[in-house]
């Protein structure tokens, strides 16, 4: 299944695109300056791989340049990066993983104000503080959608 936006196909993910989500991540990472760069995109991978049975994987670009993934046991937004931000590739994923739900939530860096902008425009709410889960170092914000 895809979804088009302005000439931009939203799509599943297959496992040839592991890497690419991997370097879309660590491209954000390595560009964000609260940010420590944790994880190398090979470790990234791995982490991707692992969970991608069990996960909605969705990409968009040619080359890939935007990744999200939806744990649907959870109910959970588990990663949402954009090098294209801007353009409403992050509200289309958004509306993507909502489909068929009525409660989803996801954590978002504590500094990661312009996230924790876009997450309320989309109708989700801080619920909590959390710690940050390794391999993250820095503190998040839990935050959720319910219709």
């Known amino acids: 299944m895809t979804t088009e936006l302005n000439a931009t196909v939203i ?3 297959v496992p040839d695109d592991v890497t690419a989500c991997a ?4 491209g954000w990472a390595t560009q964000t300056k609260w940010m420590p760069d944790e994880l190398q995109v ?19 670009g040619d080359p890939v340049d935007c990744y999200m993934s939806v744990d649907p046991v959870q109910q959970k937004i588990g990663a949402l990066f954009c090098r294209r931000t801007g ?4 509200k ?3 509306d993507k993983a909502k489909e068929g739900r009525a409660f989803l939530w996801l954590t978002t860096h504590r500094p990661n104000v312009a996230a924790q902008r876009f997450y309320r425009r989309e109708g989700f709410e801080v619920t909590a503080e959390e710690p940050p889960v390794p391999p993250d170092t820095v503190p ?7 219709v």
């Open 11 to 13: 799509r599943r993910a």
């Open 23 to 26: 370097e879309v991540i660590h």
């Open 42 to 60: 090979e470790e990234l991978s791995v982490l991707i791989r692992d969970a991608f049975d069990s996960r909605e994987i969705w990409v968009a």
């Open 87 to 90: 353009q409403g590739i992050g």
């Open 92 to 94: 289309c994923f958004v």
């Open 140 to 146: 998040v914000y839990r935050m959720g959608w319910h």
